[in-house]
């Protein structure tokens, strides 16, 4: 019976809505009618809280962003609690959510592991060592130059050979792999670098003595530091750096959890859907963090207009704006004399249908009571009267 | 041996389902719209990849906002 009740009320108040008001229900153990009460008032309450047609979100939701904006630190770097991943926050991370930036200032990523090994610390230490990036000079004590056999010698640590689980073959072979006109050998402790060139100068052995401090050995590239952190009972690893396509293929990694803060990589693993998702999550963590609060729906807002193109748009003149159909809307924005120049040359026409043109032309903007055009049928023929 | 990834399981990735020709036309007269309006999803998304969705099919996306339990979203797919 009270299901049926519930069941009339599904299109006129959200799934969550009335879910939260059957479990109230349940609770306080209302009677049908006074349950059909509640129902019929939050209908009520929800019509009114409805935004109503005409009304102009964008500029509603570009208020809500900019006033708690002004108030956001300008302070680029924080370091993340006792750990030394720095990451960008307050108002240029956000101006780098919503342009969209390709190349982030603090790419990072929460790497979760899988329920077997993310609650043991050596494990995940051993994981975390797996998925850093190891360049030779990491590795190596020090490098020195034979100057009678013009060659490269290469001192390995071997304690941290040992943390890693390397062998110096390995690194040999990774330094052929990654290093061209080289070869690399083993000589005892010692790796020998050498050119491949018949011709060999101590000035090209230096340079590759250089070069080869810079080459990758092993782990995932792109990731510069890792960081265990305890985060209720088990271990997540933070990032410096983010590489979420490589790390997600690591068989301990947990897949499903593991996330990064560059849009653009969500966007190629996962797809737009998730890259709105993770827009949203992370335009809400710069503003919570900054102890503000901006309603959720103008962040929702703001990513579904960046995501509607089925990739990620910014808000600059080469994203979203850049599209509008008006001339003179895009001109309103950035660089004017350029967008005007070029709509002159080839003829464009502006039909006058948004905010910003018609504010410049002082007429009146098709907004709230200025949305409806009035028809009326005429004697003989349908005529629409055109704008005043 | 590499290991399998299911996109889908992804705690960012919502459920997407696609649309019969039947369906995605009742879409249409329903909100008054043409296909053109709609917003996009890439043939190539990596979410779509096992719908096996050709260019012009409707993609129903129920996402798990905040607001909303399975709020109901459409695009349509695009040429890349």
Same mark, same amino acid.
């Given at each position: 019976?009270?299901?049926?009740?519930?069941?009339?009320?599904?299109?006129?108040?959200?799934?969550?809505?009335?879910?939260?008001?059957?479990?109230?229900?349940?609770?306080?153990?209302?009677?049908?009618?006074?349950?059909?009460?509640?129902?019929?008032?939050?209908?009520?309450?929800?019509?009114?809280?409805?935004?109503?047609?005409?009304?102009?979100?964008?500029?509603?939701?570009?208020?809500?962003?900019?006033?708690?904006?002004?108030?956001?630190?300008?302070?680029?770097?924080?370091?993340?609690?006792?750990?030394?991943?720095?990451?960008?926050?307050?108002?240029?991370?956000?101006?780098?959510?919503?342009?969209?930036?390709?190349?982030?200032?603090?790419?990072?990523?929460?790497?979760?592991?899988?329920?077997?090994?993310?609650?043991?610390?050596?494990?995940?230490?051993?994981?975390?060592?797996?998925?850093?990036?190891?360049?030779?000079?990491?590795?190596?004590?020090?490098?020195?130059?034979?100057?009678?056999?013009?060659?490269?010698?290469?001192?390995?640590?071997?304690?941290?050979?040992?943390?890693?689980?390397?062998?110096?073959?390995?690194?040999?072979?990774?330094?052929?792999?990654?290093?061209?006109?080289?070869?690399?050998?083993?000589?005892?402790?010692?790796?020998?670098?050498?050119?491949?060139?018949?011709?060999?100068?101590?000035?090209?052995?230096?340079?590759?003595?250089?070069?080869?401090?810079?080459?990758?050995?092993?782990?995932?590239?792109?990731?510069?530091?890792?960081?265990?952190?305890?985060?209720?009972?088990?271990?997540?690893?933070?990032?410096?750096?983010?590489?979420?396509?490589?790390?997600?293929?690591?068989?301990?990694?947990?897949?499903?959890?593991?996330?990064?803060?560059?849009?653009?990589?969500?966007?190629?693993?996962?797809?737009?859907?998730?890259?709105?998702?993770?827009?949203?999550?992370?335009?809400?963590?710069?503003?919570?963090?900054?102890?503000?609060?901006?309603?959720?729906?103008?962040?929702?807002?703001?990513?579904?207009?960046?995501?509607?193109?089925?990739?990620?748009?910014?808000?600059?003149?080469?994203?979203?704006?850049?599209?509008?159909?008006?001339?003179?809307?895009?001109?309103?924005?950035?660089?004017?004399?350029?967008?005007?120049?070029?709509?002159?040359?080839?003829?464009?026409?502006?039909?006058?249908?948004?905010?910003?043109?018609?504010?410049?032309?002082?007429?009146?903007?098709?907004?709230?009571?200025?949305?409806?055009?009035?028809?009326?049928?005429?004697?003989?023929?349908?005529?629409?009267?055109?704008?005043? | 041996?590499?290991?399998?990834?299911?996109?889908?399981?992804?705690?960012?990735? !919502?459920?997407?389902?696609? +649309?019969?020709? *039947?369906?995605?036309?009742?879409?249409?007269?329903?909100? /008054?719209?043409?296909?053109?309006?709609?917003?996009?999803?890439?043939?190539?998304? !990596?979410?779509?990849?096992? +719908?096996?969705? *050709?260019?012009?099919?409707?993609?129903?996306?129920?996402? /798990?906002?905040?607001?909303?339990?399975?709020?109901?979203?459409?695009?349509?797919?695009?040429?890349?």
């Amino acid at each position: 019976m009270e299901e049926q009740l519930f069941k009339d009320y599904e299109g006129k108040l959200t799934k969550k809505i009335i879910e939260e008001v059957k479990a109230e229900v349940k609770e306080q153990g209302l009677t049908k009618d006074q349950t059909k009460k509640v129902l019929e008032y939050l209908k009520e309450e929800y019509d009114t809280a409805k935004i109503s047609p005409g009304e102009a979100i964008g500029i509603l939701t570009a208020e809500s962003f900019g006033e708690p904006g002004t108030q956001m630190t300008l302070n680029v770097f924080h370091f993340a609690g006792v750990a030394e991943v720095s990451v960008t926050q307050g108002l240029p991370r956000l101006i780098e959510i919503l342009d969209a930036r390709k190349e982030i200032s603090t790419p990072s990523m929460e790497i979760y592991l899988k329920k077997g090994v993310s609650k043991d610390m050596a494990e995940v230490k051993r994981v975390a060592a797996l998925i850093k990036e190891t360049k030779l000079n990491e590795i190596a004590t020090e490098f020195s130059i034979d100057l009678t056999k013009l060659q490269v010698e290469v001192q390995l640590n071997q304690h941290r050979l040992k943390d890693l689980k390397l062998k110096p073959d390995q690194v040999a072979e990774a330094l052929n792999a990654n290093m061209k006109g080289v070869k690399a050998s083993v000589n005892g402790e010692k790796i020998i670098i050498k050119t491949k060139a018949e011709e060999n100068e101590l000035m090209e052995t230096y340079k590759i003595k250089e070069k080869s401090k810079e080459v990758f050995i092993k782990g995932v590239k792109g990731i510069t530091q890792v960081l265990p952190v305890k985060n209720n009972e088990e271990y997540v690893i933070i990032t410096a750096g983010s590489n979420l396509k490589d790390v997600i293929e690591i068989e301990e990694v947990d897949e499903t959890r593991t996330t990064t803060n560059s849009l653009f990589e969500v966007l190629k693993v996962f797809g737009v859907e998730a890259a709105r998702q993770n827009i949203i999550r992370e335009a809400q963590r710069v503003i919570e963090d900054q102890g503000l609060d901006v309603d959720i729906r103008h962040i929702m807002f703001i990513a579904d207009a960046m995501t509607t193109s089925g990739t990620i748009k910014g808000i600059t003149r080469s994203g979203i704006t850049g599209e509008k159909k008006s001339v003179l809307a895009r001109a309103s924005f950035e660089t004017p004399l350029k967008h005007l120049i070029n709509a002159s040359i080839i003829g464009e026409e502006d039909d006058l249908n948004s905010v910003i043109e018609n504010v410049m032309l002082n007429q009146p903007v098709p907004l709230g009571t200025g949305l409806p055009e009035l028809v009326t049928r005429g004697k003989k023929e349908t005529a629409k009267e055109g704008k005043k | 041996m590499p290991k399998t990834i299911k996109i889908q399981d992804h705690i960012l990735v !919502p459920k997407h389902v696609l +649309l019969t020709k *039947e369906e995605a036309q009742a879409l249409f007269s329903k909100y /008054n719209i043409t296909p053109s309006q709609m917003p996009m999803i890439s043939a190539k998304d !990596p979410a779509i990849k096992e +719908l096996n969705a *050709e260019v012009g099919d409707v993609i129903k996306v129920l996402r /798990n906002s905040q607001t909303e339990k399975d709020a109901v979203f459409f695009r349509i797919v695009k040429a890349d």
